[in-house]
Each structure stands twice: as C-alpha cells, then as structure tokens.
C-alpha cells in the first residue's frame, strides 16, 4: 500500500516513468511518506544511508556507475543543506542526482516551528532546476503537480544535471491506504534541434495517423524564417488545421477566436492531435478550448529549451525551431500524399465565413470601427516599390491587440512575452528611431498615458504614427463581471478618467489630431496614413466605453445569424 499524499504518489510514479531505478534514503519522519512509497515501489531499489552528508556521495557514486539518474531523499530542515557538496560535485561531473527534500507546509516556515528553514532554492546555482511541489486540492493544482515533476525529471535525464524536487507535506504523515500508484502523464522529448528524422519518426507519425490534426503557431518573429516557406507552409496547412493569430509571420491570420465562440465545445472540431509552435498567443478562448481536449496528444516544440504547457495537456517536448518542425510535416506529406481529412474541411468553411463576417460586420462608432477602417486603409495604401520596405505596427496590450486579431491581415508586433500594458508606445518609439520605413502603433488611452513619457526625446521622427483609442478607461474591464455595473467598482477596476492626450504632444512638438464622430475619424486615418511630418503624429479617436463593450459583443453575438 502506497502513501495517501498526492504529491508523493505523482512524485514516485513519474520517478519511475523517467527511469530512476535506485533511490538513497535517509531517516527521518517528515519524509517517511517517500521512503515507504519508494520501498514500496517494485521499480526502485532503495538502499539506507544515515548520514546525509554520505548519502549525496553515495548517490553521486550509483550516478557514476550506471549513468542514469539516481534520487537521494532527506527530510525537512538542515538534512537537506547536507547534501551541498555532493549536489556541487554532481554540477561539475555533469552526473543526473535527483534531491528529493520532505518539507513542511509552507505556512510553517519561518513561524518558530521545528525543522523549518527555506527549502526552495536552498541549493542555488548547483542545481539546474528546483521545483516545490504544491499538495493539491483540485485538479489544476494536480496537473501543476505533474509538470514541475516531469520538468525536473526531463531536465536530469536529458540535460545529465542535478536536481531538486521539493515536497512539502502536512500531518498525518503515516497513512498508507492507497492500494496502486497514479497512471501519470509522462512527457517526452524529442532534441536537440534540428533532428529530422527523429521528429518524423516520433511527432510526423502521431501527425499523419490523427484524424483530427491541429497545429497552432503562436507569435514568431517578423522574417524570421526563409522567404520560400510558403510552399511548405501551404502544404501542411492544406492538410491539417493551421490556426495562428496576426503576431505570428505566417500569411494571412485565422479567426478561429469566432469560430470557437459559435462552436463551443462541440466534439466534431475537437482534434486528437495538436502541434504548439512559437510563443504565446492572446486568445484566452482558445486556451480554454485546447485545455478541455483531453482525448488528445499534444506536442510542443520550441528552440530555447523550455517546457510550455500551455494548453495542460502536453505529451511530448521537441527541441526543434518552429520551421524545421513544418519542413519535416511538409516532407511527410509529399512522401505519403494523405488527404485532407473531414476535420479539416469542417474547420476551413467555418474559417471562411468567420473571415466573411469580420469584413461584412458593420460596427458603429467605436474603438473597433477605429480598427476596421484603420487596417483597411491601411492594406490598400500598401504597395511598396521593390526597394522600400512595409510599414511596421504596432499594437498594444488588452482591447487593441485583441481588435487586431480580428481585421489585421499582416503582421503585427506586440509586447506578449508578459502582457503589459507598459511599454508599449516606447517599444513602438524605439524601433522607429532605427527603422527607415513608418512605424504605427495603435493603442489604448491607460497604456498611452502610463507610458506618455515615451515622447519626450527630441530624436523622434515623422516616421511614428499613432492611433491613440481613448475611451475613459480600461475598456476591456467592462467585459467583465464587476459588481452590478456600479460606477465606484467601474472606477477601481477600469481607473476611468477624463483625460485627452492634446497636452502632452504639444509639450512634447507632437502633431495632434482628434476625432470625435466617423467623419472625423475617417478624415484623421487618411492623415495619420498619408501626411508628410517632421515629427511624429497622433490621432486621438474619443469613444464611449459602454458602446465599445456593446459593439464587441454583438460582433460575436451576430456570427450566428
């Protein structure tokens, strides 16, 4: 019979997933859960060491012998700083020691309670990665579990590094009622890039064998992959369903945000495969979408050597950059010349009309008719000579990266790394000071004003427009279930005020424009677009808070009809 802590079961099961086969234990009562467990387990063989300090080596030695990771476990307090100069010794002979530490639940710490100091990190630079394990209580503390387990685990086994796994457990501690071990989802991983033929063997074929295969690019650089892509691109997105947004380099952006909202969870569009490349994307529907495919096998693949699980679902890890991954599925499937399945086609004419709708959709005055004439002009005055370049924009964070989602067909930058509403307008003024072509940036009035400072620099040219959508506020807030509606809560939570940003480009030689109707509004975008200026420009367009919530909503709420 195993332990009843959670934690300790996902913790042994995954230990013996990634291949841990002997384990070195150390007395102690805090962590008598983990040394039953790994007693227990007919996978590990445990052999007992007294002294902390020799159990490290001993570890270190099994290390040296079978070049596999080997665990040595401690309980909570000063047994764990024991372990330094072993887990130091393993850094430099580049050998997988696994520190597993019992601790005691975090609010303990520091409280003048016994065996209590601060566990996490206690190793510092000598360890590759230290993760504490929550005890959890539902299942997304559950899965949180799993992934630090499997993180650390990937990274001893893969990178030949030690580790530390921390796991904090509460009383009782003796209670050993748990009849097997958890079937626990084991990520894989496939490296180190570019490796071909093990992509199309352990990824290409899990991807020609779904029936429902997804891939879906989050943000990519601009440029960032050679300019004969297409054709492969073409291929794989003509097979499979390829969703990405405007941040991402890849032709012409995908409105699947309209198409999840009018499909919900149906399972015909659920898939049963799914490829997550490049980096984050902004569409929170989505998300939760792909969180809820659980009959589905997930690989992420990146190039800097991070495990993603975004969608909570992961089954394999590649290291491999986003265009060597679409080469080795492009090759695929010149070789195998699969058809397109069903899911596929269900998907493409449900994209068709989604992208029908936003080009039809007629909002009235408001910060997404701001949006909608702005990327229409802005598409049809693109046509540079074979030696001049595109113009670049730039959106900010919340409501303006969102409306460019639904009408940019072109690339977009965007602060997404963490999401910000700092920033944005001085990202947009940087690259103008080094760019040779117009640089854009459309953005909402609290992140201009958090960052008004962004102008203040003689150095700024004409080349830098800006769209400034300026509705009193946080707008993207009023989506959200505040209160009744009432004006104090609306007032903390979206910090509406009255401000314009006229004074601040006079203090700073900005040429401003306002609108405050269509008229004027169409009137500024052609100026915004088309003026000569020696400094840069911005047009200001006033709206109502409550009409822009309005218009969102019946965008979406209109789909269906």
Same mark, same amino acid.
Not at 167 to 178: A, C, G, K
Not at 213 to 229: H, L, R, S
Not at 541 to 561: G, H, I, K, N, P
């Given at each position: 019979? &195993? *332990? !009843?802590?959670e934690?300790?079961?996902?913790?042994?099961?995954l230990?013996?997933?990634?291949?841990?086969?002997?384990?070195?234990?150390?007395?102690?009562?805090?962590?008598?859960?983990?040394?039953?467990?790994?007693t227990?387990?007919?996978?590990?063989?445990?052999?007992?060491?007294?002294?902390?300090?020799?159990?490290?080596?001993?570890?270190?030695?099994?290390c040296?012998?079978?070049?596999?990771?080997?665990?040595?476990?401690?309980? *909570?307090?000063?047994?764990?700083l024991?372990?330094?100069?072993?887990?130091?010794?393993?850094?430099?002979q580049?050998?997988?020691?696994?520190?597993?530490?019992?601790?005691?639940?975090?609010?303990?710490i520091d409280?003048?309670?016994?065996?209590?100091?601060?566990?996490?990190?206690?190793?510092?630079?000598?360890?590759?990665?230290?993760?504490? /394990?929550?005890?959890?209580?539902?299942?997304?503390?559950?899965?949180?579990?799993?992934?630090?387990?499997?993180?650390?685990?990937?990274?001893?086994? $893969?990178?030949?590094?030690?580790?530390?796994?921390n796991?904090?457990?509460?009383?009782?501690?003796?209670?050993?009622?748990?009849s097997?071990?958890?079937?626990?989802?084991?990520?894989?991983?496939?490296?180190?890039?570019?490796?071909?033929?093990?992509?199309?063997?352990?990824?290409?074929?899990?991807?020609?064998?779904?029936?429902?295969?997804?891939?879906?690019?989050?943000?990519?650089?601009?440029?960032?992959?050679?300019?004969?892509?297409?054709?492969? &691109?073409?291929?794989?997105? +003509?097979?499979a =369903?390829?969703?990405?947004?405007?941040?991402?380099?890849?032709?012409?952006?995908?409105?699947?945000?309209?198409?999840?909202?009018?499909?919900?969870?149906?399972?015909?569009?659920?898939?049963?495969?799914?490829? &997550?490349?490049?980096?984050?994307?902004?569409?929170?529907?989505?998300?939760?979408f %792909?969180?809820?495919?659980?009959?589905?096998?997930?690989?992420?693949?990146?190039?800097?050597?991070?495990?993603?699980?975004?969608?909570?679902?992961?089954?394999? $890890?590649?290291?491999? +950059?986003?265009?060597?991954?679409?080469?080795?599925?492009?090759?695929?499937?010149?070789?195998?010349?699969?058809?397109?399945t069903?899911?596929?086609?269900?998907?493409?004419?449900?994209?068709?009309?989604?992208?029908?709708?936003?080009?039809?959709?007629?909002?009235?005055?408001?910060?997404?008719?701001? =949006?909608?004439?702005?990327?229409?002009?802005?598409?049809n005055?693109?046509?540079?000579?074979?030696?001049?370049?595109?113009?670049?924009?730039?959106?900010?964070?919340?409501?303006?990266?969102?409306?460019?989602?639904?009408?940019?067909?072109?690339?977009?930058?965007?602060?997404?790394? =963490?999401?910000?509403?700092?920033? *944005?307008?001085?990202?947009?003024?940087?690259?103008?000071?080094?760019?040779?072509?117009?640089?854009?940036?459309?953005?909402?009035?609290?992140?201009?004003?958090?960052?008004?400072?962004?102008? $203040?620099?003689?150095?700024?040219?004409?080349?830098?427009?800006? %769209? /400034?959508?300026?509705?009193?506020?946080?707008?993207?807030?009023?989506?959200?279930?505040?209160?009744?509606?009432?004006?104090?809560?609306?007032?903390?939570?979206?910090?509406?005020?009255?401000?314009?940003?006229?004074?601040?480009?006079?203090?700073?030689?900005?040429?401003?424009?306002?609108?405050? !109707?269509?008229?004027?509004?169409?009137?500024?975008?052609?100026?915004?677009?088309?003026?000569?200026?020696?400094?840069?420009?911005?047009?200001e367009?006033?709206?109502?808070?409550?009409?822009?919530?309005?218009?969102?909503?019946?965008?979406?709420?209109?789909?269906?009809?």
């Open positions: 019979m &195993y *332990s !009843n802590k934690n300790v079961n996902i913790l042994t099961s230990l013996v997933a990634h291949g841990v086969r002997h384990a070195v234990v150390c007395p102690g009562s805090r962590n008598s859960p983990i040394v039953h467990n790994l227990e387990c007919p996978d590990i063989e445990c052999h007992p060491v007294t002294d902390e300090r020799s159990a490290g080596f001993y570890a270190l030695g099994m040296q012998c079978t070049g596999l990771p080997v665990a040595v476990c401690v309980t *909570s307090g000063t047994a764990l024991n372990l330094l100069p072993a887990v130091a010794e393993a850094k430099y580049h050998l997988p020691l696994v520190v597993i530490s019992a601790d005691r639940p975090p609010q303990w409280q003048l309670d016994g065996q209590t100091l601060q566990q996490p990190h206690a190793l510092g630079s000598f360890v590759q990665k230290s993760v504490s /394990l929550p005890e959890p209580h539902d299942d997304e503390t559950r899965w949180y579990c799993n992934r630090l387990v499997n993180e650390a685990l990937l990274a001893s086994r $893969w990178e030949d590094v030690p580790v530390h796994i796991v904090p457990i509460s009383e009782p501690l003796f209670d050993f009622t748990v097997s071990l958890p079937q626990e989802r084991t990520i894989e991983r496939t490296g180190s890039f570019p490796n071909f033929e093990a992509i199309a063997v352990e990824v290409g074929e899990r991807f020609l064998n779904a029936s429902r295969p997804m891939i879906v690019i989050g943000q990519t650089q601009e440029d960032a992959y050679p300019q004969n892509y297409a054709e492969d &691109y073409q291929l794989v997105a +003509d097979y =369903v390829v969703l990405h947004e405007p941040l991402c380099d890849f032709g012409s952006p995908s409105h699947f945000d309209e198409v999840l909202n009018r499909v919900g969870k149906q399972p015909e569009y659920m898939p049963d495969f799914v490829l &997550y490349l490049g980096d984050t994307i902004v569409s929170k529907r989505l998300k939760k %792909l969180r809820g495919c659980k009959d589905c096998y997930f690989v992420v693949a990146n190039e800097n050597g991070n495990l993603s699980d975004t969608f909570m679902n992961l089954h394999h $890890w590649v290291h491999s +950059d986003t265009w060597t991954m679409l080469l080795t599925l492009a090759d695929l499937l010149r070789e195998k010349q699969p058809q397109p069903a899911f596929r086609q269900r998907w493409a004419q449900d994209l068709a009309h989604a992208k029908s709708h936003a080009y039809n959709y007629h909002p009235a005055f408001s910060q997404m008719a701001a =949006v909608k004439l702005f990327e229409q002009n802005f598409d005055c693109q046509h540079p000579t074979p030696n001049t370049q595109h113009p670049i924009i730039h959106y900010a964070n919340s409501s303006a990266i969102r409306l460019a989602n639904i009408y940019a067909r072109h690339y977009v930058y965007c602060n997404r790394g =963490v999401n910000g509403i700092e920033g *944005s307008l001085s990202t947009a003024a940087g690259f103008s000071l080094v760019a040779d072509r117009p640089v854009f940036c459309v953005i909402g009035d609290l992140s201009f004003f958090y960052d008004g400072n962004a102008l $203040w620099n003689k150095q700024l040219k004409g080349n830098l427009r800006i %769209l /400034l959508l300026n509705n009193g506020g946080g707008g993207i807030f009023r989506q959200l279930p505040i209160g009744d509606g009432r004006s104090e809560a609306l007032d903390y939570v979206m910090a509406t005020h009255h401000t314009s940003a006229e004074g601040i480009c006079k203090s700073y030689g900005v040429e401003y424009l306002c609108a405050r !109707n269509e008229a004027e509004m169409e009137d500024g975008i052609q100026r915004l677009l088309k003026e000569e200026s020696a400094r840069p420009l911005l047009l367009v006033f709206t109502d808070a409550a009409t822009d919530a309005q218009v969102f909503q019946d965008y979406y709420r209109s789909l269906s009809e």
